[in-house]
Structures are given as structure tokens and as C-alpha cells.
């Protein structure tokens, strides 16, 4: 099983080297754009957590409702997991879709920005509740 997996991703690394989906620039800016917001938001998750003692944090605010999930302070690592996800299933979407239709591809490239700066906005506010 690992020896194909092996196999099918050193597949799909030559497809994208020989592809011109590499060569496009918004593409290649949009990805790098990504994937650095992506990482930023691990940073921030990492970087405060550290400093909250408390086992038990809010999860989910709601200027209605206020604090409306209480959880583990672990659990905010499922925000930027849910921004990678997101992100690579809109990079692989992308690049199957982009010799068909490059305008397709080069939409779900940017709503994947436009969801990772969210998240972005998401964990800035939670953490603003803390």
C-alpha cells in the first residue's frame, strides 16, 4: 500500500513539473499566497496556546448568543486543518480543471485565499474572546 502511494505521488510530481499549470504566475502566486496564510495561521494557533493555561476555551462566538461551544484547547488546531484540507482539494480541483478552463481554476485557487484569510479573521477573533 505504501509502496503505491509512493508511486502515484512521485506520478503526480512530474505531471505538475512538465505541466503548464507550474508555468502560469497567478497560479504559482495564489498557491504560495496559500499556503503561507495556511502556515500563518498554525503560527498563531501554536504561539497562543502557549500562553493559556486554561484546559477548557471557547470554540465558537456568536454577538447573539455569545460563547456557544466550549472545548479543549487542542481543538482550535481544527481551523487551520480545515484551511489545508480546503486548500488541497482546491489545488488538485485546480489543476485537473486547468487545461479546460483556466478561469475555473484560477477561481477556486483564489476563494481558497479568500477562505484561508477567513480563517485568518476567525482565529483572530476567537482569540480576541480569550
Known amino acids: 500500500m505504501l509502496l503505491n502511494c509512493k508511486k502515484i505521488l512521485k506520478i ?3 505531471n505538475i513539473q512538465n505541466s503548464l499549470f507550474r508555468k502560469d504566475k497567478f497560479i504559482l502566486l495564489s498557491l504560495s499566497l496559500g499556503l503561507l496564510s495556511n502556515f500563518f495561521i498554525w503560527g498563531i494557533v501554536y504561539y497562543k496556546l502557549q500562553s493559556i493555561e486554561d484546559n477548557l476555551i471557547p470554540l ?3 454577538i447573539y ?3 456557544g461551544s466550549i472545548g479543549q ?4 488546531f481544527k481551523l487551520p486543518q480545515i484551511g489545508l484540507i480546503i486548500y488541497l482539494l482546491n489545488f488538485c480541483l485546480s489543476y485537473f480543471l486547468y487545461s479546460k478552463n483556466k478561469f475555473l481554476s484560477h477561481s ?12 485568518i479573521l ?6 480576541s474572546i480569550i
Open 122 to 127: 476567525t482565529t483572530f477573533l476567537l482569540f
Open 65 to 67: 448568543f455569545g460563547i
Open 73 to 76: 484547547a487542542k481543538e482550535l
Open 60 to 62: 465558537y462566538y456568536n
Open 108 to 119: 477556486l485557487l483564489i476563494c481558497s485565499i479568500i477562505i484561508q484569510f477567513l480563517l
Open 12 to 14: 503526480i510530481i512530474t
